[in-house]
């Protein structure tokens, strides 16, 4: 259906008390363990609109396999990211060649974005639609992107 959303996503760990603490200091709420199947759920959002659910699996090292996911975040946060996931010990990871100065911008949604990793290397990500015309010019940082949309050259 078009107009359905994504409610929750799944990630493996090879550890799930490790990967319990990591998301509840990015700000996740633990909504639910169930001990025998080593799942733990997390509500992400507002609880006041309607959130969305991350599974966390306990994986052993033989079935264990990375994956990626994004985080939605205002503007504002996004600019934020960079001092919040420091003050946690946590390091940003460079993207498509680019350093972890500032957000890369992917320029055919356009979104810009940081990435970083979770204790097991699964990529996530903070992400923020941007407001101009999408172009396909590669991914860029935010400067370059917004010196190009002030000079039109897009």
């Known amino acids: 259906m078009k107009n ?15 990967s319990i603490a990591f998301y509840k200091s990015l700000g996740l709420e ?7 199947r080593r799942v ?3 509500w992400i959002g507002d609880q006041s609109v309607n959130r969305q659910m991350l599974g966390v699996w306990e994986k052993s090292e033989e079935m264990f396999s990375r994956s990626h996911f994004a985080f939605h975040v205002s503007y504002e946060d996004l600019i934020k990211v960079p001092d919040f ?3 946690k010990g946590i390091s940003l990871t460079p993207s498509f060649g680019l350093d972890t100065s500032e ?7 356009p979104a810009a974005c940081y990435y970083f990793l ?9 992400i923020t639609t941007l407001n101009d015309k999408p172009h396909d ?5 935010l400067s370059t ?5 002030k000079k039109n050259v897009l």
């Open 4 to 18: 359905a959303e994504i409610f929750e996503t799944h990630v493996n760990s090879t550890s799930l008390e490790r």
């Open 30 to 36: 633990l909504a639910y363990i169930i001990e025998e």
């Open 40 to 42: 733990a759920f997390f």
């Open 85 to 87: 996931l420091n003050n």
């Open 103 to 109: 957000p890369v911008v992917h320029t055919w949604m």
């Open 118 to 126: 979770d204790p097991d290397g699964n990529s996530l990500e903070y």
């Open 137 to 141: 010019v590669g991914v860029v940082h």
């Open 145 to 149: 992107w917004n010196e190009l949309c």
